[in-house]
């Protein structure tokens, strides 16, 4: 079936933020953080909604991908992300039910529509990292996989900021990191703030946020695509950085102009971001697939653009001349 050339967003009317969505044997799936993280009155143990459709427009619900596991019981689940290597689908994820803050695991499943059995063994450990978030597995040209994750930051001088921001991990399986992770990018300007006066353990500090990597390789030059802001209101939106290693260094796009690849349009969008790539079947078109709110702001729903490859960079037709004309 062929894929619009352009579509109507939202492209599914419930719920489904942070979606990740892949293509397997003639179908795509989309997979994300549901209204409420975990559970629902059918499927009290399952968390994550999972979607499935042959265009991109036309959207079916699957059910609950992941199966909760019984230690995280009565905690968060948010943005998972699916990679399939020999034969297994990995659902990465992060739940927060052990008490002690947001962490990475991993499940697997024989199909892309699960249901996803839990590994039993955390990738990021609670004792040294309280706050792992966004997982983002790329497997670079030579096999080698990657896990890109967004984690906090406490230390702070006039040019970095406190707050989350992105690191890269070399994995040694897919259930598996080395154990290395080394910055990707630190928050540094005014856009990127998530919050204004957070209460840090008595004292108050700005905070500020980059999550939601998901990277590409294009023209032999590493594309890491992050949100920033506060995904809560409109200064959410997607920038880009550039580098020619997958350890960088990583070079800025938007810089102190803003994100360049997805933001709030007055009137159209509001607070578009936490995205992934998806390519049509022949390979030829990219599409960003992303969460915008709806009017209401009640609730983060899916959208999907074309990404053009440009000789300047990714851009999204449909928000391209907003960002340019804001730039100027």
């Not at 950085?241 to 509001?270: M, N, T, Y």
């Not at 790539?277 to 030829?284: E, F, R």
Request: aromatic share 14%; charged share 20%.
């Amino acid at each position: 079936m062929p894929l619009p050339a352009q579509f109507q967003n939202p492209v599914y009317p419930h719920s489904l933020a942070d979606p990740f969505c892949w293509f397997h044997d003639g179908t795509y799936y989309a997979v994300g953080t549901g209204p409420v993280e975990r559970g629902v009155a059918d499927q009290p143990d399952r968390a994550f909604p999972l979607v499935k459709s042959v265009d991109l427009q036309n959207w079916e619900a699957v059910g609950q991908a992941l199966v909760a596991p019984r230690e995280e019981s009565g905690g968060e689940f948010w943005a998972p992300e699916v990679a399939y290597h020999d034969g297994t689908f990995y659902l990465y994820y992060h739940p927060n039910g052990t008490g002690k803050g947001f962490h990475i695991r991993v499940a697997v499943s024989s199909t892309p529509e699960g249901p996803y059995e839990d590994t039993g063994t955390p990738l990021t450990d609670l004792e040294t990292n309280n706050f792992a978030i966004d997982s983002h597995p790329f497997q670079d040209d030579d096999g080698q996989w990657y896990l890109f994750y967004a984690t906090d930051f406490l230390d702070f001088d006039d040019r970095t900021f406190r707050g989350t921001a992105l690191v890269v991990d070399r994995m040694l399986s897919m259930t598996h990191l080395e154990g290395k992770p080394q910055v990707v990018m630190r928050a540094h300007w005014p856009w990127q703030c998530y919050e204004r006066s957070r209460d840090l353990g008595g004292a108050a500090a700005d905070w500020y946020t980059l999550e939601g990597p998901t990277v590409r390789k294009h023209g032999g030059k590493y594309y890491c695509f992050y949100s920033g802001g506060c995904y809560q209101n409109d200064t959410y939106g997607v920038d880009y950085l550039v580098a020619d290693h997958v350890f960088g260094p990583w070079q800025e796009i938007g810089k102190d102009r803003g994100p360049q690849l997805l933001c709030s349009v007055l009137g159209q969008v509001i607070g578009p971001g936490h995205h992934s790539i998806v390519s049509s079947p022949d390979g030829k078109q990219d599409f960003a697939v992303y969460h915008a709110w709806n009017p209401a702001m009640t609730d983060r729903l899916m959208c999907v653009d074309p990404l053009l490859w440009t000789p300047e960079g990714p851009v999204i037709k449909r928000f391209q001349e907003y960002i340019e004309s804001r730039s100027e």
